[in-house]
């Protein structure tokens, strides 16, 4: 069995004379040290193991017993120690005391510092933690934190919207997953696991056909709503795109070839999004493409998600389609595809999703959709709504 007991080394002194208590561990016929925070003046304030001759000796003998028994109960959470050598063993009880000690916060931190998501998904991180830590102490024990924890985090935050909670739920899920396969925990299941019962509606902001039309040819007064007209029926042609992608594009060409920048890290058969640029678009890139291909549209402030919103706001108001957002355009040409019948494979394509795991990615083991049938399903969606039919 491992031996540990308190000492002071002369031959390691510091600057000055002071010397750091180190805690001896003794094993298998080695000896290793671990460097505590106590430091003593001189090693005549050192004596049988203890601090002497100091006021404050009491203290800080009782602290080290304190750290010495912590080290001894990391060991002995140590499997088989029999089997390790003596730096081993040290590295091994460091690692079980790191488990015991590990709080949300530094959980949180770690898991930060090893994330390869993007800067922006991080600082999302960040704020939700924020506001989570305005609940939950960030200085909770991870092996505190239960089922019913979580429940009375949730009972607690019935303030904030649906989508919210279930961001901070995500969180604090990735949290604990990111403790139980570090082995800071003992969970025999994740504790937020089925804490959320309720799930939200999807959000049916998709338009008719006729609806669709209907923002094609309105004859809007105002600049802010002609060019959120003209950005929703573009994002419509191009398969539902994304504003951010839109942006980035380089239009000069029939041909398009981009990643989609919400799921560029993340795993997909196709990586890239590819298909010919129908020409109902054609008249509307025109209008806003630059010598270097790309568009200019927000002028040099760049894109900003509340101008877009606000734009949106004032061409809903003079059309009268109060469910209508620029995400609306996205959900009608998925819709309006899957009504006419393109395959769900060739749609997820189109609106450049990842690739989810379980049934309903195995399909791709077997098929690979190409960018000619991107091509002929956006004809498809773009011929149709440029007929007065509709769905039954």
Not at 297 to 309: A, L, P, T
Request: glycine share 4%; aromatic share 10%.
């Amino acid at each position: 069995m491992p031996t540990l007991s308190l000492t002071v080394l002369p031959a390691k002194a510091l600057k000055g004379g002071k010397n750091k208590v180190r805690i001896a561990v003794a094993h298998n016929s080695q000896t290793r040290y671990i460097v505590t925070d106590v430091v003593i003046d001189s090693p005549r304030e050192w004596k049988n193991g203890q601090i002497v001759k100091r006021d404050d000796a009491a203290y800080l003998n009782t602290k080290l017993r304190t750290k010495l028994n912590e080290v001894q109960h990391a060991i002995d959470e140590v499997p088989y120690p029999e089997c390790l050598s003596c730096a081993e063993l040290i590295e091994a009880s460091a690692r079980a005391h790191a488990a015991v000690s590990h709080t949300l916060r530094s959980a949180f931190e770690e898991m930060m510092s090893v994330s390869t998501a993007k800067q922006s998904s991080i600082d999302l991180y960040r704020s939700n933690f924020r506001s989570i830590s305005r609940f939950l102490s960030p200085d909770m024990p991870v092996s505190q934190f239960t089922p019913l924890v979580a429940r009375k985090y949730i009972k607690q935050r019935n303030d904030l919207a649906h989508a919210t909670i279930q961001e901070h739920v995500t969180l604090l899920s990735r949290i604990m997953k990111h403790c139980q396969q570090n082995g800071y925990t003992d969970f025999r299941f994740n504790p937020v696991t089925g804490c959320l019962k309720y799930s939200p509606s999807v959000r049916q902001s998709w338009l008719t056909p006729d609806q669709v039309r209907t923002v094609r040819d309105f004859p809007f007064r105002y600049k802010r709503s002609l060019k959120f007209r003209d950005l929703f029926m573009l994002s419509y042609y191009l398969g539902g795109m994304n504003i951010v992608d839109m942006i980035k594009i380089d239009f000069r060409g029939s041909h398009l070839k981009y990643k989609r920048t919400k799921t560029e890290r993340a795993q997909k058969v196709n990586p890239f999004v590819e298909f010919d640029i129908p020409d109902e678009a054609r008249p509307i890139i025109e209008k806003y493409i630059q010598p270097d291909g790309k568009l200019k549209i927000f002028g040099k402030v760049g894109y900003k998600s509340w101008f877009m919103s606000a734009m949106g706001m004032v061409a809903r108001d003079e059309v009268g389609l109060p469910q209508m957002t620029y995400y609306s355009a996205r959900k009608s040409f998925a819709q309006h595809a899957f009504q006419l019948g393109i395959s769900e494979s060739v749609i997820d394509y189109i609106l450049g999703h990842s690739l989810n795991s379980g049934r309903a990615s195995t399909i791709y083991a077997y098929i690979k959709v190409t960018p000619a049938m991107a091509t002929a399903a956006i004809r498809k969606v773009a011929d149709f709504i440029a007929t007065n039919e509709n769905f039954d």
